[in-house]
């Protein structure tokens, strides 16, 4: 059986950056397990630029930054396997069994005395959408046509709608328009857009595409392909106006319409999970409520820059490290602060935050319910403020985050810390 | 005076901008929270600007592409005349990133490589 300190689950900009920080706290014997055929994960076909500004403070395209991680990697000379998929993860008599698969050598174990699950998210399928309409060839997620772009060289259609404004629709947008296809319209549920603002100008201002909000695909036409949808506009309850459609020739439907965190194997381990985030519930140190089971980057709520991916998964390898250093033991609490969720706010992570004395500043990263202007962001211990912040703008596609300083969280180990919009 | 609102593209953050322009042509620029913002909003005015990202294929590696670059940006107006340029071009492994794919494309930058291929 083969034996590592830690087992990390994905070889994306996740969980490279959690095994790097995780060898230089000082732990040496990592594995990183990745089920695509090269370590570097969804990066390698976001060829767009705009990652690493805050990382490497430059701009970069996806592979490139991949690319970074990939030699940093290779330098400490971690291990990783490639083509192989983690099953299952159980507790073991020391710390974890991981089940994995590949076609070389089958079903095998391999134990781990922390594990980081670094699996990163998947796109909203078809079927989870529920379009009327037929089932046609032609309809795809925004990601699977850009993988069909940008890593297969193959146009997946000329005539297309997009049905979602999140980033991957806008960047799709433009990527099918450069290469010659017409891209009709990007249509959007919301009353507001969930992708980057510079993302709406440079892909679709830059090329006259309408961004239609309130508006949705009410029907998919069409026999083996699609030949047209039909677009309506949608009621505050989000119901569809049937006076208010229209019907556009394509022979493409994109969707860009939210990604979910990939947790099956999280839940088959009985590991706790927030329904608002989809991902595991963690404390500051990105630990799961499974003893030596972290978790980072999109599995745990999707980012919008991988910087910001970056940064946590180095949180979450580090205490990984802190924690196999300790003797794969937890280290002793003076308390559990309880994050609440206060008005206009939809999520926190973490959920909580554990207090051991040995904490340094924390940043709670949350994301609010819809669009803000001109509002202050507002924290709290057991009612009293803690501090208080001018907004000028707050979107729900763009996560925030507030630092809480170590004096807080020492002078009320056990209290509730609670984060607010006030209008 | 003139006013106009943009959003800028520099970075993430998207800050909103307003520039007014003054009778004897000058810009000043407000909203902006680096330098970046001020000369992105200038150029927007005048001379727009942008990156280029897209594929090229591996002569020599069937069904292989390269993710590519410009160097840095390149006028909004030429976008389309160096698509057709790139996509008519091959590019040749072993490649590493930064190799230079097309020199001093259509006078504008270099198209370098965004990725490596063995």
Do not use: W
């Amino acid at each position: 059986m083969m034996n590592y300190d830690i087992v990390i689950v994905g070889g994306g900009p996740a969980g490279m950056a959690a095994a790097c920080a995780a060898y230089d706290n000082g732990t040496e014997n990592i594995l990183i397990v990745e089920r695509d055929n090269a370590l570097g994960g969804i990066l390698r076909q976001c060829i767009h630029n705009g990652f690493g500004l805050h990382r490497f403070g430059e701009e970069l395209t996806g592979p490139e930054y991949a690319a970074r991680y990939a030699k940093m990697v290779a330098e400490r000379g971690i291990d990783y396997i490639v083509d192989t998929m983690v099953l299952s993860l159980e507790k073991g008599e020391e710390g974890t069994v991981v089940t994995v698969m590949n076609s070389e050598r089958g079903v095998f174990c391999i134990n781990a005395k922390a594990v980081i699950l670094a699996m990163g998210c998947r796109e909203r399928p078809r079927g989870a959408l529920s379009i009327p309409g037929t089932r046609p060839a032609g309809v795809y997620t925004a990601g699977t046509a850009q993988r069909y772009v940008n890593i297969k060289g193959k146009m997946p259609g000329k005539n297309v709608v997009i049905l979602g404004s999140g980033d991957i629709g806008l960047i799709m947008a433009r990527r099918m328009t450069l290469e010659g296809a017409k891209v009709h319209v990007v249509c959007e549920i919301m009353p507001y857009s969930g992708g980057l603002n510079r993302n709406i100008v440079q892909c679709l201002n830059d090329f006259d595409i309408p961004l239609k909000l309130s508006t949705t695909v009410a029907k998919i036409h069409g026999g083996e392909r699609v030949t047209g949808v039909t677009i309506a506009k949608v009621d505050s309850n989000m119901r569809v106006i049937p006076e208010e459609s229209e019907y556009i020739e394509c022979d493409t439907l994109l969707l860009s319409c939210g990604l979910l965190p990939e947790n099956e194997l999280t839940s088959a381990a009985g590991i706790a999970l927030d329904p608002i985030t989809g991902g595991a519930v963690v404390n500051e140190n990105r630990e799961t409520e499974m003893e030596g089971v972290f978790a980072c980057g999109n599995v745990l709520h999707v980012h919008d820059l991988v910087d910001y991916v970056s940064e946590e998964s180095a949180v979450a390898g580090k205490s990984a490290s802190e924690y196999i250093k300790n003797g794969a033991k937890k280290a002793a609490l003076m308390g559990t602060v309880k994050i609440e969720k206060g008005n206009g706010v939809r999520y926190t992570v973490p959920q909580k935050i554990d207090v051991t004395g040995a904490n340094e500043e924390v940043k709670v990263y949350f994301r609010v319910g819809k669009i803000y202007e001109g509002v202050n962001l507002k924290v709290s211990m057991n009612g009293e403020q803690v501090s208080s912040a001018k907004k000028r703008k707050m979107a729900p596609g763009e996560m925030e985050f507030v630092k809480i300083k170590k004096s807080v969280l020492d002078a009320a180990p056990n209290g509730t810390l609670k984060i607010e919009i006030v209008e | 005076m003139e006013k106009i609102e943009m959003i800028c593209i520099n970075c993430p953050l998207g800050c909103m901008l307003t520039v007014e322009r003054d009778a004897e042509g000058g810009f000043k620029v407000s909203g902006n929270t680096c330098p970046r913002g001020e000369k992105y909003a200038v150029n927007e005015l005048t001379h727009p600007v942008r990156t280029l990202t897209t594929t090229v294929a591996i002569g020599n590696r069937e069904g292989k592409y390269l993710a590519v670059k410009t160097a840095k940006p390149i006028s909004k107006a030429k976008l389309f005349e160096a698509m057709a340029l790139v996509n008519a071009t091959k590019a040749q492994a072993p490649v590493k990133i930064g190799d230079v794919i097309i020199e001093n494309m259509l006078g504008e930058a270099d198209l370098v490589a965004a990725s490596d291929a063995e």
